[in-house]
């Protein structure tokens, strides 16, 4: 019974993609390194165990003879000193390695490009985790699409995530560094693809109902069919304002990739302050909290933009820094 179990999980895995040990880029390769070297180091108890296992119980069975029988034995300083310096040693070499690796592989740090490409700049891409899809904003080309992206090969990709609802998690496997994505947060993440292919991206973190389709695909291509892919996009006869906003916003999942043929200012800035579907952001409302907290007698401050939200007039203020007073009033100091 226990044969077939395992014979018929090995054959239901057989088919299985382990993504992560298929990188496609560097860091996902320094990834699946470590993974291997960490395995490596762990095995070293684990193996003897299993061997010493089989061996005890063949070499002490009740028929043999041979076996040495002592049942007074009861410490060995050679055994005590092989169980403590052993796991020790490997603690220290695994420590040693999450220390250096840990910042070699920090996500926010920005990765160069391809030795062959050093002269591209590399490709902003501002992301964000939405119930259930995901948005990517491309600022430098004004365009913005859900569940697709697109990079040259070569070229470094500097992401900005967040996140419209709850917490998420950006993971690209084959490329590498999942990053949670949150709500009124901005992480950032650097990847490269090294090879042309549709790697598969997922939401590594439950979110909800529709979290199983929470996927895109991440598209390394030539220059030419990136610059094309692009072109492609501003046909589109959609734009991403604040309407369009809201009503991808919505809590459903696109079967489809959407694209969007331009993008509203600073779509992704109003995403993280929490104004992207209208009203006051999360900055303005800070500054204006401070205003009244300073100058409680303060009419309005200088931020015009605050005044339209709020209906306030700008009229016969004096601004001092970012907060305007009355001629009556005094700053708190």
Known sequence: ????????????????????????????????????????LMMIPVVPVI??????????????????????FEHSNR???????????????????????????????????????????????EVVAMDWKWLFIYPQYGIATVNEMAMPVGTPVHFKITSASVMNSFFIPQLGSQIYAMSGMETKLSLRADHAGAYDGISANYSGNGFAHMRFKAKAMTDAQFEAWIASAKTSA?????????????????????????VEPLMFSKVLNGC??????????????????????????????????????????????????????????
């Open 1 to 40: 019974m226990g044969a077939s179990l395992i014979i018929l999980a090995a054959v239901s895995l057989s088919g299985c993609e382990m993504a992560l040990m298929d990188p496609k880029g560097p860091i996902g390769l320094q990834q699946k390194d470590l993974i291997i070297l960490a395995t490596l």
């Open 51 to 72: 061997v010493m296992t089989i061996w005890f119980a063949y070499r002490y069975r009740a028929s043999n003879d041979k076996a040495t029988y002592d049942p007074n």
């Open 79 to 125: 055994i005590e000193a092989v169980v403590w310096a052993v796991p020790t040693l490997i603690i220290i070499a695994l420590g040693t390695v999450t220390w250096i690796t840990t910042h070699q592989l920090d996500p926010h740090k920005k990765i160069e490009a391809a030795a062959d490409r050093s002269h591209i700049a590399p490709i902003e891409v």
């Open 238 to 262: 959609q734009s991403l304002d604040t309407v369009a906003y809201k009503t991808l916003n919505q809590k459903n999942v696109a079967p489809q990739p959407l694209y969007f043929a331009a």
């Open 276 to 333: 992207a579907e209208g009203g006051l952001c999360r900055d303005d409302a800070h500054n204006m909290a401070v205003m009244k907290k300073l100058a409680p007698n303060a009419e309005e401050c200088e931020d015009p933009k605050l005044a339209a939200a709020t209906g306030q007039s700008v009229k016969g203020a004096k601004p001092i820094g970012n907060v305007a007073f009355k001629d009556n009033a005094t700053p708190a100091s």
